[in-house]
């Protein structure tokens, strides 16, 4: 397996892009989301891959780091989601707005993804739901140095913020982007959290 690409990002369009190592140009394949964050054509860029073999082709799929891998890896391997849907998931949510998607039952923010129906989001939820918790999101994924119950606690915090958002008439993802923004959310409790949080939309 290619573990990763390391080189010079020569050229993105859409969810493909190349980057140059050596001198091999490689075709990667990137969600949407990816392609957002990369930066300039010319400059440096390192790219964890997946590589997809086929009786008739060899298919590498990029991401920003090995916990983004993993959650593509996840959503292949739920029955009916490919590569190429795993991808139209990805290229709609976030891996951490995924996450989140997950641990709080919304089904329709993932069957936004093209192609993607209420019924498949349904199955993603019930084949990942069990395989994620608050301590993956990226908020928490650091805290590595906290007591196990603090982790959860902050999770939990988190999550109620979250939801008052969304109750709040604010979408799945920007109330995920904007506790994740939050600067030490993980020592806070819920009602501190949901007002840092509402300061984000202000801007």
Same mark, same amino acid.
């Given at each position: 397996?290619?573990?990763?690409?390391?080189g010079?990002?020569?050229?993105?369009e859409?969810d493909?892009i190349? &980057?140059?190592a050596?001198?091999v140009g490689l075709n990667?394949?990137v969600?949407?989301t990816v392609?957002e964050?990369l930066?300039?054509t010319?400059?440096?860029?390192m790219?964890?891959?997946?590589l997809?073999?086929?009786e008739?082709?060899l298919?590498l799929?990029?991401?920003?780091? &090995?916990?983004?891998?993993?959650m593509?890896?996840?959503?292949i391997? &739920?029955?009916?989601?490919?590569?190429?849907?795993?991808l139209?998931?990805l290229?709609?949510?976030?891996?951490?707005?995924l996450?989140?998607a997950v641990?709080?039952?919304?089904?329709k923010?993932i069957?936004r993804a093209p192609?993607v129906g209420l019924?498949?989001?349904?199955?993603?939820?019930l084949?990942?739901k069990?395989?994620?918790?608050?301590e993956?999101?990226?908020?928490?994924?650091?805290q590595?140095a906290?007591?196990?119950?603090?982790?959860?606690?902050?999770?939990?915090?988190?999550?109620? %913020? &979250?939801? %008052?958002?969304?109750?709040?008439?604010y979408?799945l993802?920007?109330?995920?982007r904007?506790v994740r923004a939050?600067?030490?959310?993980?020592q806070?409790?819920s009602?501190?959290?949901?007002?840092? %949080?509402?300061k984000?939309?202000r801007?």
């Amino acid at each position: 397996m290619i573990s990763f690409v390391q080189g010079t990002l020569a050229a993105k369009e859409g969810d493909l892009i190349v &980057v140059q190592a050596g001198a091999v140009g490689l075709n990667i394949h990137v969600p949407l989301t990816v392609t957002e964050q990369l930066p300039k054509t010319g400059e440096e860029v390192m790219i964890h891959t997946y590589l997809k073999v086929a009786e008739d082709s060899l298919t590498l799929y990029g991401f920003l780091s &090995v916990r983004d891998r993993e959650m593509f890896c996840r959503l292949i391997n &739920v029955n009916g989601i490919g590569p190429k849907g795993a991808l139209a998931v990805l290229s709609t949510l976030t891996p951490d707005d995924l996450r989140m998607a997950v641990l709080t039952g919304d089904a329709k923010a993932i069957a936004r993804a093209p192609g993607v129906g209420l019924k498949t989001a349904q199955r993603i939820l019930l084949d990942l739901k069990d395989k994620i918790s608050f301590e993956d999101l990226e908020t928490f994924a650091d805290q590595g140095a906290a007591q196990p119950a603090g982790r959860a606690a902050a999770a939990g915090a988190a999550s109620e %913020a &979250v939801e %008052a958002l969304v109750q709040l008439g604010y979408s799945l993802s920007e109330a995920g982007r904007a506790v994740r923004a939050v600067e030490g959310a993980e020592q806070m409790d819920s009602e501190q959290i949901l007002k840092a %949080a509402l300061k984000q939309f202000r801007f």
